[in-house]
């Protein structure tokens, strides 16, 4: 996956491209839940290979023409473009159902129950230099709703 800097220089290439064609630009985040409580459980090493299985979900769920990095310790983000917000919502509903359900086992085949919170903000609502930040404020209020997987669009 890529890294947050791509990431930031792939929004204010797609935001000139949105506001140039008048089509939409979403950003989702997600952050896995207690990510923290695997690391401290079963080491940093099993942790990255958690990382490694989640980015590898990740790439399988995205649509081809979308932009999925990792942006911070647990936290992945997507880019979608020419992507209404409904339909963002819906990607962002499926991509966090696909991590809830997915089966993980250490390396000692111990099940790892692995949760996730997802925000997301839209171009249409944010300007370029605060779509990051919106998106980043609805993840925070969806993992403020523990024990549910949520999110809030802006």
Known sequence: LADIRYLKNNITMAFERSKN???PLTLLLIDLDDFHSINRRFGFKEGDRLLK???ELLILTVRQQDLACRFAGDRFAILLENTEQNTASLLLSDTLNSINHF???TQNGE???VRASGGMASAKSSAE???FEEAKLSLFRAK???NKTT???I
């Open 111 to 113: 099940r790892v129950e």
């Open 103 to 105: 089966k993980y086992y």
């Open 21 to 23: 064609s008048q089509q």
């Open 129 to 131: 230099n605060t779509l």
């Open 144 to 146: 403020e709703r523990r």
């Open 151 to 153: 999110f809030v669009a």
């Open 53 to 55: 299985k989640m980015a």
